[in-house]
């Protein structure tokens, strides 16, 4: 039984059991935050980077960074030092500051309302994604909250969308995954599930490839509207 549709602009309806919500980008706006984070972590430290340092270490893995850091920064700390204020200074900001794009309150909201089992895939630590749901009043209406580290596959290989889809019971056909990232969608189309692009100005040079792997596009969750079916099959 399909719980809700949501419509693309030409009218064509997709009818959804789930839906697995992207976090960075797409349900919270932090994805500014990443640029600004090792500058932070830098003056908790009373020290100064120069204003490009969260560009140049945007690719690296945390493991990478904090490496960087204490070779170029601080090597009077160890790494692993290091690893454990920099994660301080992201939950910190994660659990007191982060906020919703535009319309993804009302978004996720209208989906519980409407009898849709909702699910949280991540790259971010779990704890941190916890603490801004829980701050804004949204934890509640997820029943699970999976992170690429605890499944131990990445949102580029369909096989994360179709291990999160196997887990919550349903078919991939009935389920929503609302991301912002290319990759992300390419691999939930390819496992068949339905996608839902949303436009965000950190991936504004990739906007091609997010509308070429979405089902439905938005330039915010505002406008995407949600159907109930309640009593219909």
């Known amino acids: ?77 160890t790494v692993r030092d290091i690893l454990a204020g920099q994660a301080g200074v992201i939950h910190q900001y994660y659990a007191e500051e982060a906020k919703p794009k535009p319309g993804a309150c009302d978004f996720v909201r209208a989906l519980a309302g409407a009898g849709v089992e909702l699910a949280i895939l991540t790259a971010s630590r779990a704890e941190d994604v916890e603490a801004a749901l829980t701050r804004l009043g949204l934890r509640s209406l997820f029943t699970r909250l999976d992170t690429v580290d605890t499944l131990g596959v990445a949102k580029s290989d369909s096989l994360i969308f179709s291990q999160v889809a196997q887990h919550m ?38 906007q091609q490839d997010v509308q070429a792997f979405s089902d439905i596009y938005r330039s915010t969750l505002h406008s995407v509207d949600v159907i109930p079916l309640y009593g219909r099959v």
């Open 1 to 77: 039984m399909r719980r809700c549709e949501i419509v693309r602009k030409d009218g064509v309806r997709f009818g959804l059991d789930a839906a697995i919500i992207d976090v960075d980008g797409t349900l919270l706006d932090t994805l500014p935050f990443w640029d600004e984070a090792p500058l932070r972590y830098l003056a908790t430290l009373g020290l100064a980077g120069p204003p490009d340092l969260g560009k140049r270490m945007y690719h690296m893995s945390v493991e990478d960074g904090a490496r960087y850091v204490h070779r170029q920064f601080a090597p009077h700390m």
């Open 169 to 206: 019971g349903y078919e991939p056909s009935t389920i929503l995954v609302a991301d912002d990232d290319p990759q992300a969608l390419a691999a939930a189309h390819a496992a068949g599930c339905i996608t839902l692009g949303v436009y965000d100005p950190a991936s504004d040079a990739r």
